[in-house]
């Protein structure tokens, strides 16, 4: 058993803990808030999303003792807050719940919505709250209640809504999307978990240790010299700003520290982790080999990430890259899918359109922190072209 002492809805709180007791079980059987449910306890369904340090977490896959000294809010944490006294009549309003076994994880992600998104239209509240399952599948009243407390909050702006908004530090959920908002990231290293999970991590044993796992390989063109693309592409901090998500926290020749961050619906990873480049001139071939941990989940990953530049004519470039990962912990359940694979295609794509950018001469600070990654819209994308590649059909405009 750990000492665990946390601060739930404005308590204090010191128990012991299995150490792999999650968080939704210490809520409900240690501290008696029955409000967080548990559905599928594997990360899906959202049921049981709490805010952790204001971020929309899913206690099933968060380990309760990852959150010593941490703020929890639940479900019975609310009463005196702005955004759910105007959530819980709309949801009232437009019959919003009918079991209602979903609605503690639904009013946390439709809050985390109104605070976020000011502007959100239906199609951004029906994509960000793809990852909250309804079993009774209520939808409609759902996403109503949410676009009619956004209405409210625009034609009559409430203070304290207002203030909410902007003191949410939002290190992690800056989500890309049609309408976003964009707020201040903080850097990873503010928080005192991630740094020192940082400083666990050996780039030169990760070097030594040959990389396992899933592989898949994948390829982009860029509109310039290989021999520029090559020069570029050795200034790791650069780079790095070309990764949504990406933030470099240090930098020293050919190791770096920093982290990777994705949300996919309310839930959200950080990666925090440590890289090392090893590059071949001769064969302007590289590998970028790194392992890095999320705070919360205690997942990890690790794998190198091999690049390999193509002079296509002496004005373009192909790169080639090819990834081995291995992702462990409760968010491995998420690397099993093809659509994953699909996922991390399309983030490469990304990747390959932002470094023509740099090479096109949009500079970017070098340590300018990255919009996290939108695995809910880049989901959403893979799935689209997906169904149309089934269909063999081109897309309606
Ligand atoms: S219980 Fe389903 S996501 Fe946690
Ligand atoms: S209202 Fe029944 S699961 Fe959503």
């Known amino acids: 058993m750990n000492p665990i002492s946390i601060q739930v809805n404005g308590r204090g709180f010191s128990r012991q803990a299995e150490p792999r007791m999650h968080l939704g079980d210490f809520l ?4 008696r808030l029955t409000g967080t449910h548990l559905g599928c306890e594997h990360g899906v369904c959202g049921a049981c999303t709490v805010l952790v340090n204001g971020q929309p977490t899913r206690s099933c896959i968060t380990f309760a003792v990852a959150c010593e000294g941490q ?5 019975e944490g609310y009463d005196d807050d702005a955004v759910m006294q105007k959530l819980r009549p709309a949801f009232t309003r437009h019959h919003a719940l009918q079991c209602g076994f979903c609605t503690p994880g639904m009013l946390t992600t439709a809050r985390d919505i109104v605070l976020r998104l000011p502007h959100a239209d239906e199609a951004l509240v029906r994509l960000e709250l793809s990852g909250n399952l309804c079993r009774c599948t209520g939808y409609q009243g759902i996403v109503d209640a949410i676009l009619d407390v956004l209405q409210q909050q625009r034609d009559t702006p409430d203070a304290e809504v207002e ?4 003191t949410l530090s939002l290190p992690r959920t800056m989500a890309l999307g049609p309408v976003t908002t964009p707020s201040p990231a903080q850097p990873p290293t503010a928080d005192p978990v991630v740094a020192a999970e940082m400083a666990e991590v050996d780039p ?5 240790a040959k990389a396992k796992g899933n592989a898949i ?7 310039y010299p290989a021999d520029q693309v090559w020069e570029f592409m050795g200034d790791l901090p650069a780079v790095a700003s070309c990764l949504p998500g ?3 926290d240090s930098h020293e020749g050919e190791r770096v520290k920093g982290t990777i961050a994705i949300k996919f619906g309310p839930m959200s990873a950080a990666f925090a982790g440590a890289a090392r480049l090893e590059r071949d001139d001769a064969a302007r071939r590289a590998v970028l080999r790194g392992a890095g941990q999320d705070s919360l989940s205690k997942s990890r990953t690790q794998g190198d990430i091999t690049y390999r530049l193509e002079a296509l004519t002496a004005g373009s470039t192909r790169v080639h890259v090819d990834m081995i990962y291995a992702l462990q912990g409760p968010l491995a359940q998420f690397s099993r899918s093809g659509l994953v694979k699909d996922f991390v295609r399309r983030m490469v794509a990304d990747f390959g359109k932002q470094i023509t950018r740099r090479l096109g001469g949009q500079t970017v600070a070098s340590n300018e922190p990255q919009p996290t990654v939108s695995v809910a819209g880049m989901m959403w994308s893979v799935l689209w072209s997906r169904i149309r590649g089934w269909f063999g059909k081109s897309p309606r405009p």
């Not at 409900?28 to 501290?31: A, M, Q, V």
């Not at 203030?163 to 902007?166: F, G, M, P, S, V």
């Not at 390989?217 to 509109?223: K, N």
Request: aromatic share 4%.
């Open 246 to 248: 990406a933030t470099i």
């Open 204 to 208: 030169i044993a990760m070097a030594k």
């Open 28 to 31: 409900r059987d240690e501290l």
């Open 217 to 223: 390989e994948v390829h982009f063109d860029v509109p």
């Open 163 to 166: 203030k909410l908004r902007q």
């Open 71 to 75: 703020e929890v809010t639940t479900i």
